[in-house]
């Protein structure tokens, strides 16, 4: 059964620096390509920054260019999004999504219909 699950979420101060996880169980993370998206109170799903399924190339949302970065540990199973600098407006949930490579084309635009299989995803707060 193929599973995500989230972690690392919570209250941070802006400017923070937390670490979401996202592991995998049930299949290989090395075979799909990866995304983080978020989902502010009243607005849609969004995507942050996708993952490649060679793990080679990354692609980025505007408003997280320069501060957020993914990962991949492929002995873990897990992948990983480093947040700098938070702001207020990267409050949300969210969410780790998988899609086996092959099917996975267009991954780079980092959007939510491209993936199949979800986490429950996290709460990232951003608050002084």
């Known amino acids: 059964q193929l599973q995500l699950v989230e972690s690392g979420g919570g209250l941070v101060q802006p400017g923070g620096s937390p670490r979401l996880s996202c592991a995998a169980s049930?299949?290989?993370?090395?075979?799909?390509?990866i995304g983080w998206f978020r989902q502010a109170p009243g607005k849609e799903r969004e995507g942050v920054t996708c993952?490649?399924?060679?793990?080679?190339?990354?692609s980025f949302a505007d408003s997280v260019k320069g501060r957020f970065t993914i990962s991949r540990d492929n002995a873990k199973n897990t992948v990983y999004l480093q947040m700098n600098s938070l702001k207020p407006e990267d409050t949300g949930t969210y969410y780790c999504?998988?899609?086996?490579?092959?099917?996975?084309?267009?991954?780079?635009?980092?959007?939510?219909?491209?993936?199949?299989?979800w986490g429950q995803g996290t709460q990232v707060t951003v608050s002084s």
């Open positions: 049930g299949f290989t993370l090395d075979d799909y390509a």
């Open positions: 993952l490649s399924s060679s793990g080679g190339s990354t």
């Open positions: 999504a998988a899609e086996r490579g092959e099917s996975a084309s267009y991954w780079w635009l980092c959007v939510q219909a491209d993936f199949g299989s």
